[in-house]
C-alpha cells in the first residue's frame, strides 16, 4: 500500500459531519525561508472561543487570519527546520507563547491548538496514513476537549456498533490526541461511538457520511457549546501534497 499524507475532520448525538475540500495554501517557498517541503495546518480549539491569526514568516495570508473557534487555517507549505510560524490573537502583532515545533521534511502536519491564549498548547499531529484497502475508507478522532467536559476525558471509541459492544476499534483516547485512522466501509453512512474509557455507557453517537473508498477523514471534537451537554465536531478538510 502506498503512504499518502493529508487529512480531512466528530460529534453530536448522531451528528452528521459534512466533509469539504481544501487546498495547499499557494504561497510556494515564503521568503526568508529554503525550500518549502512540510505542509503544516493549525486548528482552533482554544478555550474561550478567541479568534486567531497564523503568520507565515510574518504575514498573514489568506486563510489564515482570524480563524474562529473549530476552524482551520489554509494548509501552508514550509520549510521543516525553519517554518517561520507563529500564532496570535486576531488582529495582534504579537505571538502566542510556546510555539516551537519539530517537523519532519516531506511530512504533513495538523498542530492542535487548545488552552487559553495566555497559556496555550500545541499539540502536533502527524497526517500520514496508509491507503484504506479496498472497499474501505477510515476516519480519525482527535479530543480537543477540556476539563470543562465531564469525565476523565479519556475516551473508547467503537466503529459501527451493535447492541453487544465487544473490543474497541480504539482505547483510551486522551486529551490533545488523536486516534489512529479507523477503517470503516465506503460509500456508506458509519456511526462511531464514543463512551468514557473502560466504559459502556455512550457518550455520544456520531454520524459519518459517506466516503469514498480510499479516502479518510478526520474530525475534532471539543467541548460542547454554553447551555449544551453535546460535544462539538468539526470536520477537517484534506491538505494535499503537491
Known amino acids: 500500500m502506498k503512504l499518502h499524507r493529508f487529512s480531512t475532520a466528530l460529534v453530536s448525538a448522531f451528528t452528521v459531519v459534512a466533509v469539504a475540500a481544501c487546498s495547499d495554501d499557494d ?3 515564503p521568503t526568508g525561508t529554503s525550500t518549502a517541503n512540510t505542509t503544516v495546518r493549525f486548528v482552533n480549539a482554544t478555550t474561550g472561543g478567541t479568534a486567531l491569526d497564523f503568520a507565515q514568516n510574518g504575514t498573514v495570508g489568506t486563510g489564515n487570519g482570524n480563524v474562529a473557534f473549530g476552524s482551520s487555517s489554509s494548509c501552508m507549505r514550509v520549510n521543516n527546520s525553519n517554518p517561520q510560524l507563529a500564532v496570535r490573537t486576531a488582529g495582534s502583532t504579537t505571538s502566542l507563547t510556546g ?3 519539530a517537523f519532519a521534511a516531506n511530512g504533513t502536519y495538523t ?3 487548545t488552552g487559553t491564549t ?3 498548547v500545541y499539540t502536533t499531529l502527524d497526517d500520514a496514513f496508509t491507503t484504506p484497502g479496498a472497499g474501505n475508507a477510515a476516519v480519525r478522532i482527535i479530543n480537543a476537549t477540556s476539563s470543562a ?3 476523565a476525558g479519556s475516551w473508547d471509541i467503537y466503529v459501527n456498533p451493535t447492541a453487544t459492544l465487544g473490543t474497541p476499534t480504539a482505547s483510551a483516547v486522551g486529551r490533545n ?3 489512529s485512522y479507523l477503517t470503516v466501509p465506503a460509500g456508506q453512512t458509519n456511526t462511531i461511538r464514543l463512551t468514557n474509557a473502560g466504559a459502556t455507557t455512550t457518550l455520544q453517537n456520531i454520524t459519518v457520511p459517506s ?3 480510499g479516502n479518510v477523514t478526520t474530525i475534532v471534537v471539543t ?3 454554553v447551555g449544551s451537554t453535546t460535544l462539538q465536531t468539526f470536520p477537517l478538510v484534506a491538505c494535499t501534497t503537491p
Do not use: K
Open 223 to 225: 467541548d460542547a457549546a
Open 111 to 113: 498542530v492542535l491548538v
Open 27 to 29: 504561497n510556494g517557498t
Open 99 to 101: 510555539f516551537n515545533p
Open 211 to 213: 466516503i469514498t473508498a
Open 149 to 151: 467536559t465531564t469525565g
Open 177 to 179: 490526541s488523536a486516534s
Open 118 to 120: 495566555a497559556a496555550p
